[in-house]
Structures are given as structure tokens and as C-alpha cells.
């Protein structure tokens, strides 16, 4: 899985990146910090199935902070958009091709407004934020445009001379941008476009594009709600009226709680507002947690794994399972070594094939470990499933 972080320059991208990863990336108070994309892996919260069995879990990647265990996402972060990027502006689309593979996006906006199109500083409260999710989407739909363009021009004599499925040659094409074929064909019945239908211009594929890119799930992370909070809160109010899934963000909150707790001087829990001091701050450290805690109190939290979890689990359907050996152990003793994201409808052998091809090839029967029960191959999975596969090998 791997999770796109988007939005116009200088809106905090990189530090909502550095938030996630801890990954040290450039950042500063300018347009365009970020030209190279950045990778990294983020981490969301499952609850550390251990305690059913009275054991603590030992997973083979993440970690367990709290109750909590924290499972692996890929994440990308990439260069700022701005208005016409399609056209060349700023520093054109051409990074959104690094975003092909991305199923979902973080798209990082100015909650206090202080920054216009161009992610020039202009003052807080001086722009809407409504326009970062405007001209972004819309350059998300020329994204798709082009290449569904550029590809169905190579194509089209060809899908006419062998009168070949429309859905599936568009599928074809979009398939690099994590679109299925299901999705291509619910498009198309929206625009009463037949499968046999070939003469597309380009406002015909452009409306194609538009339905297409509706299929990608986004949350909005109103970013930097620390710098103040009345204004954010307005602001936030007015996207929602607009838009769903915006969730109030600090990334730069997230960060020095992060480093504060890498320091041992703090315990934090990620996505938590439970912070424990645990040795002397110094003032500056101090004056820091006072902001941070009224952005807590106001919000709940820094928002920042919030954003990250709502998009993996709520929007993308992702659940967490946990393949297991014999005695919840794996061969070098690790217990309950093994949390799987996988897809809400995923059944036992499919998560046997993810594990290895011998696995699928070979089932015989499952065991579901806290219920106790026997399952086939067929059984969908469900969240916090404890499963061990049995082969004949």
C-alpha cells in the first residue's frame, strides 16, 4: 500500500511527511522545498491482539508503543502543485506520475491561509483554503486526462478495427493508477457511455477523467492549526461544508513530540493526547508543549495519525489480520509476529497466497485462534482475525 501526500507549496507538506516518518526532509518557509519525491514509512495503530492470549506480541516489523501496535505504510511525499501545473506552471505535473501507484492521497492544506496559489506567504487569514482543494483536483483530473488522451489516441483505430470493450482498454491504461476495472465500468455506465462506443473527444474523455479520479480517496489535512487556532477552526468549519474527511492537522506539533520523546523526555503515544514528562524541558521546550496541549484540547490530538488511519482503514477499507504458526509463534520464536492490512472481503486463501504461493497451493483448512474455529478457503476475513493456515506441506 502506498499512501500519496499532495498539496500546493509551503503548506507543510514535508513536515506532515517528517511527521508521519520522522524522516528528515528539507523544510523551509518558501515555495518548491520538495523537487525529488520523498519515500518513507509511516506507521497506523491496530490494537495488540496479544492481550487475548495474555501474551505481549513480538512483531517481525512496527513496533508496540502502549496498547497499541503500529503497522508499516508506505508513504510519498512530492513537489507542490500550483494552479495550470498541467500547462508547465511552477514546476509542471510531471511528479504526479510518482504518484501512479499512490491508492490514496493526503492532500495538506493552509488551515490558517496564509498562503496563496503559489504557496507565497501572504498573510494569515488572507486566503481560503477551499482553493487548495479546488485547483488540486482539478489538476488531478488533467493528470488523468492526458494520459487517458495520449493512450486512447495510440489506441483507437485499433479498439475500433477489433471492436474491443471500451472498459477494458480504458482499464488497460489506468490500471498503473490503482484503478480497477470495476471502477472503469461504473464510470462509464454513469455517462451512459456503451462499451462499443468509440468517438471520444476530448471533453468526453475529460468527463471520463473527472469520474476517474473521483474514485481515488482523499482526506484533507487542515494543516498548521497551531499557529492559530480560532482561525483554523473557522476556516475548517467552511471546508467541511464543502468537503468530507477534513481532519484539523499540526504536523510541526507531531514533530516536536516525536523528538521530545526520541530525547526520553517525554512519553507520547502516537495519535494520543496522553503525554507524560519524564525529565527536565528546558523554557522553549515548555512554551512548545503549552501550544501543543491547547491544540490537543481543541482537537483531540495532532490529527496527524488521525488523517493517516481514517484514510487506511475508513476509506480504503483496509483491516488488519494476523497470520500465525503453531503456538502463535513464528520458527525464531517471535509471538504473534505478523499483522497483515489487508482489503475489507478478503478471504483465507487470498491471504494465504500474500503469506506465500506453497501456502495457497497447498491449504488444506484455517483455524480462526480466538474463536477457536475451523474455516475454508472461502471464509472472508475479518478484523483482528488470529488465523493459522494448515498445508499439506
Not at 487475548?52 to 506480541?57: D, P, Q
Not at 502502549?66 to 511528479?95: S, T, W
Amino acid at each position: 500500500m502506498l499512501i500519496g501526500i499532495i498539496g500546493k507549496p509551503n503548506v507543510g507538506k514535508s513536515s506532515f511527511f517528517y511527521a508521519l516518518t520522522m524522516i528528515e526532509v528539507p523544510i523551509e518557509n518558501r515555495p518548491f522545498v520538495t523537487i525529488k519525491p520523498n519515500y518513507g514509512i509511516a506507521y497506523v495503530r491496530v490494537e495488540d491482539v496479544g492481550k487475548y492470549f495474555n501474551v505481549r506480541s513480538n512483531p517481525r516489523t512496527g513496533f508496540i508503543k502502549g496498547n497499541y501496535r503500529f503497522v508499516p505504510v508506505e508513504v510519498i511525499d512530492v513537489a507542490g502543485l500550483v494552479p495550470d501545473a498541467h500547462l508547465g506552471k511552477g514546476l509542471g505535473n510531471k511528479f504526479l506520475d510518482d504518484l501512479r501507484q499512490a491508492e490514496g492521497f493526503i492532500v495538506v492544506v493552509d488551515a490558517v491561509g496564509a498562503t496563496d496559489n503559489n504557496g507565497n506567504f501572504v498573510g494569515i487569514n488572507s486566503f481560503s483554503p477551499i482553493n487548495d482543494i479546488d485547483f488540486l483536483l482539478k489538476e488531478l483530473d488533467y493528470w488523468i486526462f492526458n494520459i487517458l488522451k495520449l493512450n486512447l489516441e495510440k489506441e483507437l483505430r485499433k479498439i475500433k478495427f477489433e471492436k474491443l470493450k471500451l472498459s477494458e482498454e480504458i482499464s488497460k491504461i489506468v490500471s498503473g493508477l490503482s484503478i480497477n476495472k470495476e471502477d472503469v465500468k461504473k464510470v462509464l455506465e454513469k455517462l451512459k457511455i456503451d462499451d462499443y462506443f468509440y468517438d471520444l473527444d476530448d471533453n468526453l474523455i475529460f468527463q471520463i477523467a473527472r469520474e476517474l479520479r473521483e474514485t481515488k480517496k482523499f482526506v484533507i489535512a487542515a494543516n498548521r492549526v497551531d499557529i492559530n487556532i480560532e482561525i483554523a477552526k473557522n476556516n475548517i468549519k467552511e471546508l467541511k461544508k464543502r468537503y468530507e474527511n477534513v481532519i484539523a492537522t499540526s504536523a510541526l506539533s507531531e514533530i516536536i513530540l516525536k523528538r521530545l520523546e526520541k530525547e526520553g523526555k517525554i512519553e507520547y503515544v502516537y495519535g494520543t493526547n496522553d503525554i507524560k514528562i519524564k525529565s527536565e524541558l528546558s523554557e522553549k521546550e515548555k512554551k512548545a508543549l503549552e501550544i501543543i496541549k491547547q491544540v490537543m484540547d481543541e482537537f483531540g490530538s495532532t490529527g496527524v495519525q488521525q488523517a493517516l488511519e481514517h484514510l487506511v482503514f475508513n476509506l480504503l477499507n483496509y483491516i488488519p489480520v494476523f497470520p500465525v504458526g503453531e503456538k502463535l509463534q513464528d520458527k525464531e520464536g517471535r509471538i504473534l509476529p505478523d499483522c497483515f492490512l489487508v482489503k475489507r472481503g478478503t478471504k483465507v486463501i487470498e491471504l494465504a497466497e500474500k503469506i506465500h504461493s506453497d501456502l495457497a497451493k497447498n491449504f488444506v483448512k484455517a483455524i480462526e485462534i480466538k474463536s477457536k474455529s475451523f474455516v475454508g478457503k472461502e471464509y472472508e476475513l475479518n478484523p483482528y482475525d488470529v488465523i493459522q493456515i494448515i498445508s499439506s506441506k
